[in-house]
Nanobody, 123 residues
Framework: QVQLVESGGGLVQAGGSLRLSCAASGRTFSGYVMGWFRQAPGKAREFVAAIRWSGGNTYYSDSVKGRFTISRDNAENTVYLQMNNIKPEDTAVYRC????????????????WGQGTQVTVSS
C-alpha cells in the first residue's frame, strides 16, 4: 500500500527558508508524478509544485515560481520542496500526493495523499 509521509514544516519568519520532505513507499513510482498542494484556513486546496519520478520534469504555480524548488531522490523515494523567500501568504498545511498520469495540477486526480505538514510564516 502506498504511503506518503511529509516532514519539515514549522514556524518561519518571512524571508526565511524551509525544506519539506515527502517519503514515499509501497510501490515503484516510475511513471508517477508527485505533487505538493497546500490549503490555508478558509481557502481551497491549491497546487504548488509537481515533479515526475521519471525524467524529473518540474512544474510550479505562478505564486511560488522562482521561490520554491521541487526535487527528488529516486534512491530514497523522497521528494523535497525547498521553500525560499517565504511569505506570510505561504502559510498553509502542505500535503504531498502522487498519481500515475500526465496531469499534475488537479488535486482531485491524485490517488494517494500524505497527512500534511503545517507551515506558518510570521511577518
Amino acid at each position: 500500500q502506498v504511503q506518503l509521509v511529509e516532514s519539515g514544516g514549522g514556524l518561519v519568519q518571512a524571508g526565511g527558508s524551509l525544506r519539506l520532505s515527502c517519503a514515499a513507499s509501497g510501490r515503484t513510482f516510475s511513471g508517477y508524478v508527485m505533487g505538493w498542494f497546500r490549503q490555508a484556513p478558509g481557502k481551497a486546496r491549491e497546487f504548488v509544485a509537481a515533479i515526475r519520478w521519471s525524467g524529473g520534469n518540474t512544474y510550479y504555480s505562478d505564486s511560488v515560481k522562482g521561490r520554491f524548488t521541487i526535487s527528488r531522490d529516486n534512491a530514497e523515494n523522497t521528494v523535497y520542496l525547498q521553500m525560499n523567500n517565504i511569505k506570510p501568504e505561504d502559510t498553509a498545511v502542505y500535503r504531498c500526493a502522487t498519481r500515475n498520469g500526465v496531469q499534475y495540477s488537479l488535486a482531485g486526480l491524485y490517488d494517494y495523499w500524505g497527512q500534511g505538514t503545517q507551515v506558518t510564516v510570521s511577518s
